[in-house]
T-cell receptor, first 118, second 117 residues
Framework: AQKVTQAQTEISVVEKEDVTLDCVYETRDTTYYLFWYKQPPSGELVFLIRRNSFDEQNEISGRYSWNFQKSTSSFNFTITASQVVDSAVYFCALSEGILTGGGNKLTFGTGTQLKVEL | DTGVSQNPRHKITKRGQNVTFRCDPISEHNRLYWYRQTLGQGPEFLTYFQNEAQLEKSRLLSDRFSAERPKGSFSTLEIQRTEQGDSAMYLC???????????????FGPGTRLLVL
């Protein structure tokens, strides 16, 4: 069965600190996608990044960077120089069944609440 | 605004009543998904449609739940005889046509918060 684990329930940092959110996944699929979504207090899930299982290149987008390591089944997310606006719940998700007709439904972790304080 | 929209945004109902939620996906997205999110948890898959066909239902979707997408555009999710355990955020997402080389990302709507008293 597919599983996503986000062991950090809540993280508090002071503005301008760097912070890393951990994500570990389990799957028997050889082809899959990994995602990060941001959920601010308003509730809407905002897409941040998608990675496919064949591409282990790290990615940087502004203050955000992602480290995908298949060997450890991890897909970690780092925010550099955090800001108060980064405060939200962040979800890691796994897309399953791409080649086996699973409909690409997402399996989510339980989320990490990030609080950035002044 | 061309994103996914959901109505209503909030719904308060009494136990035993029926409720219906609507989701309008991004135009021309052929896949539409419903998820449920309870407090402190990640969203959980309920069901999905490819065009008007409902292709998969989670075991979370009890007999009291029914979803439709009659014309392959908007979708409705109905809960009959609501129970307090149905209180949650109901999220809708859509994605583009994979056969046309569409991307695999699901884009979410703002959700409908249901409170059953």
């Amino acid at each position: 069965a597919q599983k996503v684990t986000q062991a950090q329930t809540e993280i508090s940092v002071v503005e301008k600190e760097d912070v890393t959110l951990d994500c570990v996944y389990e799957t028997r699929d050889t082809t899959y996608y990994l995602f990060w979504y941001k959920q601010p207090p308003s509730g809407e899930l905002v897409f941040l990044i998608r990675r496919n299982s064949f591409d282990e290149q790290n990615e940087i987008s502004g203050r955000y960077s992602w480290n995908f390591q298949k060997s450890t089944s991890s897909f970690n997310f780092t925010i550099t120089a955090s800001q108060v606006v980064d405060s939200a719940v962040y979800f890691c998700a796994l897309s399953e069944g791409i080649l086996t007709g699973g409909g690409n439904k997402l399996t989510f972790g339980t989320g990490t609440q990030l609080k950035v304080e002044l | 605004d061309t994103g996914v929209s959901q109505n209503p945004r909030h719904k308060i109902t009494k136990r035993g009543q029926n409720v219906t939620f609507r989701c309008d996906p991004i135009s021309e997205h052929n896949r539409l998904y419903w998820y449920r999110q309870t407090l402190g948890q990640g969203p959980e898959f309920l069901t999905y449609f490819q065009n008007e066909a409902q292709l998969e239902k989670s075991r979370l979707l009890s007999d009291r739940f029914s979803a439709e997408r009659p014309k392959g555009s908007f979708s409705t999710l109905e809960i009959q005889r609501t129970e307090q355990g149905d209180s949650a955020m109901y999220l809708c997402a859509s994605r583009s046509n994979e056969l046309a080389g569409g991307e695999e990302t699901q884009y979410f709507g703002p959700g409908t918060r249901l409170l059953v008293l």
